[in-house]
């Protein structure tokens, strides 16, 4: 049986889910993850650089150019293909989870009306 | 806003030196850029409740993320613990003298300093990296 890996930190998958979106400098990334997670995750800068050094470390994001015309003094960020496959084994993990809830019939599992 | 800004981003910056050496050397200006941004914006959006939320997040981060560092570094953890050791005996003290504490009270401060202690050593003994969250 294949061992599932743990599942993201919940401030390293927003940044990555926002990087699927295209690259972005880090107050687009900070702005777009509270914006996914709907204000649930305050998100502030030391936060926000704490989890991008430990992306850039393990390979899943990385520093690119930015568009013509930006400003120089920002830094631009990506995401690398292996932090693409991690990204879609967290939402597979998630898809599974609300599966196998609603299968136990979870009540927090049915949609809010 | 542009003086208060102005200085809470003095502030800011001059609070990074309690962040991990390695955060801070490789994106101290960006984290001070990031949060004068966050600030704008949440003036601009909310007023002072806006710019309360930035700073009351900023502070916890401190709490979260730069304070346990300092601790587990004995450089800085053992002094720290013990001005926090003598802090905590002084206003016993006080307290005492103005016959404000009753006995058990008195072994809190002592049993609280004494945990932190054990759990800095412990960290600094075994070379443990500060948890950081990502």
Redesign the interface.
């Given at each position: 049986m294949e061992q599932s890996k743990p599942p993201?930190?919940p401030?390293?998958f927003l940044i990555l889910f926002a990087l699927a979106g295209g690259d972005k400098h880090?107050?687009a990334i900070?702005r777009e993850a509270r914006k996914l997670s709907d204000g649930g995750l305050?998100i502030?800068?030391?936060?926000?650089?704490?989890?991008?050094?430990?992306?850039l470390e393990s390979g899943w994001i990385e520093e690119v150019a930015g568009p013509n015309g930006s400003d120089s003094?920002?830094?631009y960020y990506g995401i690398t293909r292996p932090g693409d496959s991690a990204l879609s084994g967290e939402l597979k993990r998630m898809e599974t989870m609300v599966k196998k809830s609603k299968a136990m019939r979870l009540r927090s599992a049915e949609p809010v009306s | 806003m542009t003086r208060f800004a102005d200085l809470s981003i003095r502030v800011y910056a001059a609070a990074l030196p309690l962040?991990p050496p390695?955060?801070r050397r490789?994106?101290g200006v960006?984290?001070?850029?990031?949060?004068a941004?966050?600030l704008e914006e949440a003036w601009r959006s909310a007023g002072l409740a806006g710019v309360i939320r930035?700073w009351s997040?900023?502070g916890?981060?401190?709490v979260?993320?730069?304070l346990p560092g300092l601790v587990t570094n004995p450089a800085i953890g053992v002094p720290l613990l013990s001005f926090v050791q003598s802090v905590g005996a002084l206003t016993t003290e006080v307290l005492l003298s103005h016959g404000r504490l009753s006995a058990p009270v008195l072994l809190l401060p002592g049993l609280a300093a004494a945990l932190t202690s054990i759990a800095a050593v412990r960290a600094g003994k075994l070379g443990l990296p500060v948890p950081?969250?990502?």
């Amino acid at each position: 049986m294949e061992q599932s890996k743990p599942p993201l930190p919940p401030a390293a998958f927003l940044i990555l889910f926002a990087l699927a979106g295209g690259d972005k400098h880090g107050y687009a990334i900070m702005r777009e993850a509270r914006k996914l997670s709907d204000g649930g995750l305050n998100i502030g800068p030391a936060t926000l650089y704490t989890s991008i050094q430990r992306l850039l470390e393990s390979g899943w994001i990385e520093e690119v150019a930015g568009p013509n015309g930006s400003d120089s003094r920002r830094r631009y960020y990506g995401i690398t293909r292996p932090g693409d496959s991690a990204l879609s084994g967290e939402l597979k993990r998630m898809e599974t989870m609300v599966k196998k809830s609603k299968a136990m019939r979870l009540r927090s599992a049915e949609p809010v009306s | 806003m542009t003086r208060f800004a102005d200085l809470s981003i003095r502030v800011y910056a001059a609070a990074l030196p309690l962040y991990p050496p390695e955060l801070r050397r490789d994106f101290g200006v960006e984290m001070t850029a990031v949060f004068a941004e966050d600030l704008e914006e949440a003036w601009r959006s909310a007023g002072l409740a806006g710019v309360i939320r930035v700073w009351s997040r900023a502070g916890w981060e401190v709490v979260r993320i730069a304070l346990p560092g300092l601790v587990t570094n004995p450089a800085i953890g053992v002094p720290l613990l013990s001005f926090v050791q003598s802090v905590g005996a002084l206003t016993t003290e006080v307290l005492l003298s103005h016959g404000r504490l009753s006995a058990p009270v008195l072994l809190l401060p002592g049993l609280a300093a004494a945990l932190t202690s054990i759990a800095a050593v412990r960290a600094g003994k075994l070379g443990l990296p500060v948890p950081l969250e990502l």
